[in-house]
């Protein structure tokens, strides 16, 4: 029953066994041996498993009657959907990046809701996939892996949203729209790029 219900619990959440090890500080073969009842979590690692999903270990352990669909949809909608800011411009200054413009907040499901904002989409450059006025969830990070989209502050500017892509010493913005030239910034230019952090999701809003 342990088996079961935590791959179903692990599912729900849209995680793979991988991401879950990530997140427990566990191997991906622990968790695997548990999702096909090789073996069972120490009840220390129970517990964790217990408050990371928001469950009880009876119920892990399928010591309770509740279906795991029941069981999670109470507990996710309340654990997992937090109030996120929604701000109109990031800007660099002073060694730091500051958030402008406060639109109040919107719904995301995240893990960490104090590292997330999301931006207004300004502009036409990004279409035909994302279009102005549409909200961007944005996690805060410092860098970007190559070909991540992102919201990057480059010089004086306000901060845009743009395609990452770093070709040898250069660093490349690129945008979706055809009618735009993707911008390559490099050499002593590059100390003035500050990375706002990596777009997860766009959705239409406004």
Same mark, same amino acid.
Request: glycine share 10%; net charge negative.
């Given at each position: ?52 999903? #928001?469950?009880?270990?009876? #119920?892990?352990?399928?010591?309770? $009657? #509740? ?39 919107? $719904? ?11 931006? /207004? ?8 996939? /994302? ?10 990070? $410092?860098?970007?892996? +190559? ?21 040898? +010493?250069?660093?490349?913005?690129? $945008?979706? +729209? ?13 100390? #003035? ?14």
């Amino acid at each position: 029953m342990f088996a079961q219900r935590l791959k179903e619990l692990r599912k729900l959440r849209g995680l793979s066994q991988s991401a879950l090890a990530r997140d427990l500080g566990l191997s991906q073969q622990a968790v695997c041996k548990w999702e096909t009842g090789r073996s069972t979590p120490d009840p220390q690692t129970l517990a964790e498993l217990a408050a990371y999903f #928001h469950v009880s270990t009876d #119920h892990l352990l399928g010591r309770t $009657p #509740h279906s795991v669909a029941e069981t999670s949809s109470f507990a996710f909608s309340g654990a997992m959907q937090h109030m996120i800011p929604v701000i109109g411009t990031v800007r660099a200054g002073y060694g730091a990046l500051a958030f402008e413009e406060d639109y109040g907040e919107e $719904p995301a499901t995240v893990r960490d809701p104090e590292n997330y904002f999301y931006l /207004i989409v300004k502009g036409d450059s990004m279409e035909p996939r /994302i279009h102005e006025g549409d909200l961007a969830l944005v996690r805060r990070q $410092p860098t970007l892996e +190559n070909g991540e989209l992102g919201v990057v502050v480059y010089g004086d500017g306000d901060g845009t949203l743009k395609k990452f892509i770093r070709r040898g +010493n250069a660093v490349i913005l690129q $945008p979706f +729209n055809p009618a735009y030239h993707e911008q390559v910034i490099l050499g002593e230019d590059l100390q #003035h790029l500050y990375i706002a952090g990596k777009v997860v999701e766009t959705k239409a809003k406004w």
